[in-house]
């Protein structure tokens, strides 16, 4: 049979198809690959995740999470850009919290937007203010996603920048009590970052490796709840909690009430608790709406709430319309009211039900126990004060600014005092429980020094009235375990 020979020129055309196809084979996936990455691709160190395309993960302010956050992120941007340009020795701190929210989040707008003011406030005073200390601290802002749905990216790219340029060696902020930031911190925890949570107050979150918190405990507060419904002679009460399995807040909150206030002498609970289930969406409003009918027949003279804000301007809802119209409501409830912004409180004022609540920090509190408070550090969140004149729109009566301000400052104290050594995640938070006596974190929300588990030891909490303006006022400072405040 006679051998086939093909053409010169036709050999040369099979060849350089065939070499066609092999590098199209590798280079459109690659093309593809890469402009999806860039189109997933926000800024450094930020991508878009999940259904909704949330921008998530790690920034040093050059890219903005939400537009109401612009101010406050310039700010942190120029800041780290001048710590880096003066050649200093530094270190980074990240605030790590949702910054991207929506309507099943807790947290409003305004809330986390106070808190990253805070935040800043405490890195200028480190880092050029009245508290100035080496090594300087760059702030990374650490967005989770709505509900911290993405934590597991952004945890990852924080511990990354353990190892990077920026040298982090503390995360703060830590968010709301609940399962996916409580899974975020034990990660953070078991890759040797040290920890300061600004408003976690669920009793069970304790006893972490390199976590300490700037906010009373749920306990904390149901004492001092306690004491003061002790002090205006209310002996008849009612607990109405969330009963959603993963809501660590409401569920210590409600069981650390129950147990308090029928330890005090001549105090009942008139009804077993009554409970709804945030996590069933569509029902638990319904579910509040019939609890009026129910208090109206069992007469308490309080009804302590453990659950969110949100949900205690429905239930606040409720009560305005109660069938005994000529009974008098008194509702006392725990910190989580502090994320209620300007309208929600005023709309939650016009109830005509007298609604108390345990605060973490209140601008006043100084001026009512100047001793259990630093004055030099409450001076920054008074009308006209260096917090005033950065954000001119926004009010601090919340306490947020305040706690996430005690936070950074905590990490940055922790820093200063291992300076003399390496400045590792490690050895800053060895440094955190030799925050006693004469060492104790001016905070603004009180003097912060620390128990073994991590909890701070007999900080001040402050008794909050909601006026009929939908402001907050302060009523009194009681201390860890409900004692009234030292009075002047």
Request: charged share 25%; net charge negative.
């Amino acid at each position: 049979m006679p051998r086939l020979e093909w053409p010169l020129h036709i050999v040369r055309r099979v060849v350089i198809g065939v070499i066609v196809l092999a590098v199209l084979a590798v280079a459109v996936p690659l093309t593809v690959n890469w402009i999806q990455e860039r189109r997933a691709r926000c800024g450094d160190g930020v991508v878009k995740m999940g259904d909704d395309r949330e921008c998530v993960g790690v920034t040093d302010g050059s890219y903005t999470f939400a537009d109401h956050l612009g101010p406050v992120e310039k700010k942190i941007k120029e800041e780290n850009d001048r710590v880096e340009e003066k050649g200093a020795k530094y270190v980074s701190v990240a605030y790590m919290t949702s910054f991207t929210l929506t309507e099943d989040d807790s947290n409003s707008e305004e809330s986390v937007r106070h808190e990253l003011e805070g935040a800043y406030l405490a890195q200028h005073r480190h880092n050029r203010g009245d508290l100035s200390s080496s090594p300087k601290i760059k702030l990374l802002i650490a967005n989770m996603g709505s509900s911290a749905a993405h934590w597991e990216h952004t945890v990852d790219e924080l511990i990354d920048r353990k190892t990077s340029d920026d040298k982090l060696v503390a995360v703060t902020g830590l968010g709301p009590s609940d399962t996916q930031n409580l899974d975020a911190l034990r990660r953070l925890s078991g890759n040797g970052l040290a920890l300061v949570a600004s408003t976690m107050t669920a009793t069970n979150i304790e006893g972490i490796k390199g976590l300490v918190r700037v906010s009373p405990t749920n306990v904390d507060e149901a004492y001092a709840a306690a004491a003061y419904l002790k002090e205006e002679k209310v002996r008849r009460a009612v607990v109405v909690q969330d009963d959603a399995p993963d809501n660590y807040y409401a569920k210590t909150l409600g069981d650390a009430f129950t147990k308090v206030f029928q330890d005090i002498k001549g105090h009942q609970l008139v009804a077993d608790r009554m409970t709804y289930d945030s996590s069933v969406r569509g029902a638990w409003e319904n579910e509040l709406r019939y609890m009026p009918g129910q208090l109206c027949d069992q007469k308490p003279e309080a009804v302590f709430f453990a659950g969110r804000g949100k949900h205690l301007t429905r239930f606040l809802d409720a009560i305005a319309n109660r069938p005994c119209q000529d009974r008098e409501f008194m509702v006392i409830t725990g910190d989580d009211t502090t994320n209620l912004t300007a309208d929600d409180l005023a709309h939650a004022a016009e109830s005509k039900v007298r609604v108390l609540y345990t605060g973490l920090a209140h601008p006043d509190m100084w001026q009512e126990d100047p001793d259990s408070v630093s004055r030099p550090s409450a001076r920054y969140f008074q009308p006209g004060g260096l917090l005033a004149k950065w954000f001119p729109d926004d009010q601090h009566q919340d306490g947020q600014a305040i706690m996430a301000h005690d936070a950074v400052l905590t990490a940055a104290q922790g820093i200063q005092m291992a300076a003399l050594g390496d400045v590792t995640g490690e050895s800053v938070a060895r440094m955190f429980h030799q925050m006693n006596s004469r060492q104790q974190v001016p905070g603004a929300s009180g003097f912060i020094s620390f128990q073994n588990n991590g909890n701070p030891r007999n900080k001040a909490i402050p008794i909050l009235h909601l006026n009929a303006k939908g402001r907050s006022e302060l009523v009194e400072v009681s201390a860890r375990r409900g004692e009234p405040a030292r009075k002047q």
